[in-house]
Structures are given as C-alpha cells and as structure tokens.
C-alpha cells in the first residue's frame, strides 16, 4: 500500500512542478515533437514557403501516456496542430498559418501563429527571414488540484481561470534542396507576463537550433540516409534530439531517435504522390516511465500540391507582327 501511495505522491509532485512550480509561474517548455523535422512551422516562421508549394501539414501527439493522478485523471499532455504553409511570390517570400491545442494536466493552451517569410537566393540555395506573432489562450482548472497545504491561496479560487497572451518569434532558415538545411529560431520573444487566479504567469523565451542532410548512396541511389538534430532550450533546461533514418525510393522511411535524459523513438514513414503519413513511439526512459508512462505516440500527416497557371500562346493575325 505504501508503494501504491508513494507513487501517488511522486506523480502529484511531477504535476505540480511542470505545471505551477513557485509562486511566480514560468510557462513550461513548448510542445516537444518526435518529427520536428517535419513540422518546422511549429517552431520556425522562416520555414514558410520552404517547400516551394501550398503545405498543409496536421500532427496529434500524446505523451507519456497512462500517466494518471491519484484521483485517476488522465494528465499527460496532449497536443493538436495544424498549420498551413505557401509561398508569396509578390511578397518575395512566404506565408505561415499554425493553429494548435496543447494540454497538461489542468492546463489548456489554444494558439495562433501568423507570420510571413523573406526568401532570397544565397549560394547554392535559398536564405530565409522569418517573423510571426502568436496569440494563446491559457487556461487552468484549479478546482481540480489537491493542494498539499488547506487554504493554499494558488488554489483558493477553485475554479477555471484563462488569460491571454499576445507574443512574437523570429528565424532564419537555410537550405540547399535535397541536400542540407538548418534552422535557427525564437519563440516567445517578448517573454510577456499575465496573471492567472492569484498566480502571475510568464511566457518563457524558447530557443531552437536545428539542422539535416540528405546523402543519397552512391552505390545504391534508391537509398538516402537522413541524419537530423534538433536542440531547444528555454534559458534553464535544454533539449536534444538526435535522429537517423534511412529513405527508400523517395517513398518509405524509418529510423531511430534519441532524446537526452528523455527517451529514445522508433519513426516509421510513408509518402504517395503529395502525401506524407509518419508515426512514432517514444519510450520513455526518465523517472517519468516509473509512474505510469507507457511511452509517447505521434501522428504526422502532410499534404503538398502546387497551384501551376497554364501559359498560353499568343498569337497575331496580322503578319506585321510575326
């Protein structure tokens, strides 16, 4: 019974430190993903117009799931997103629309993004300058928190409060088509502060480097290896994933990634003409899979199409112009 009670506690405790950690609230870290690679737009604005078509990419993530309160609640976080992407030929650049649904626990986030990419050739590729503003709705349910002290003046309020967060973000982003790129970005840049019930809350200022190569196999040109990394850090913690797949044919790919200190993943993949399905399962290897994580899984699907206007022929009549 003990056991049964301590592991109450630790995960009471996990919660309670993501969520409210001390009297003056920093947001968490922002949503994490298995295929960043394939969801930049939800970290990088200079990513808009990046892959010279109308993208419209859709991503559902749960973590660590199976990680439950001592009430039984289901409280691992859960993630929505869709964004679209295009590029803007009169803006010389391109356009970036990202709407998403983050939940932890109690916590509910509902965002906008907007922002608009400029794209100039630079070498043997294209340089990107990217800026977006965000909009967040930021809800908590303190009603259903079990203080750990009666009358903790936090969760005195026992009921939901929500706020609203307007902030900015910028990137650059670099890449040579089929061979190589990488990204550089920060979100939340104004860092701005709200209160929530009796708490003050602040958005943290992310921070996000990230990078790929794609090598084709000369032996074998239907094989590419598609070594990635991707390092976020909010100023107090830092993030690193690392991932390595192989493609085949331009139309399968799986591998393996690892995330420090968090867990490792195994990325499976597929593409049909425009389309794009990937999914994967993070097994979680920090203290997290002792309180009940079964691990994480994720679902990517990707739509690219192009928006051709046909050219047509002029012709005279008259042969004073031929």
Known sequence: MWGNTLVMMRRTVLLLMVLLGVAGVRAQQEAQYTQYMFNQMAFNPAYAGAREAICVNGLLRQQWVGFKDELGNEVAPQTYLASLDAPVAFLHGGMGLTIYQDQLGFEKNI????????????????FSVGAQAGFLNKAIDFSKFIPIEENDPVLAAQDEKSTMFTDFAFGLYYQVPEKFWIGLSSNQL??????????????????????????????????????SF????????????????????????????YRLQDGVAAIIGLNVKNFDLGYSYDLTTSKLGSVGSTGSHEIMAKYCFKIE???YRTSYKNTLYL
């Open 230 to 257: 991707l390092v976020k850090s909010d100023g107090n913690s830092l993030s690193f994933d690392l991932t390595g797949m192989v493609r085949y044919e331009g139309r399968f790919w799986g591998g393996l990634s």
């Open 190 to 227: 104004a860092e701005t502060m709200s209160p929530i019930g009796d708490a003050d809350y602040s958005l943290a200022r992310h921070y996000y480097l990230t990078s790929g190569y794609d090598f084709t196999l000369p032996s074998n040109p239907s094989f590419e290896l598609l070594p």
């Open 111 to 126: 965002g906008v993004k907007i922002g608009y990419a400029y794209r100039f050739f630079l070498g043997n590729g294209n």
């Open 309 to 311: 206007i046909p050219k």
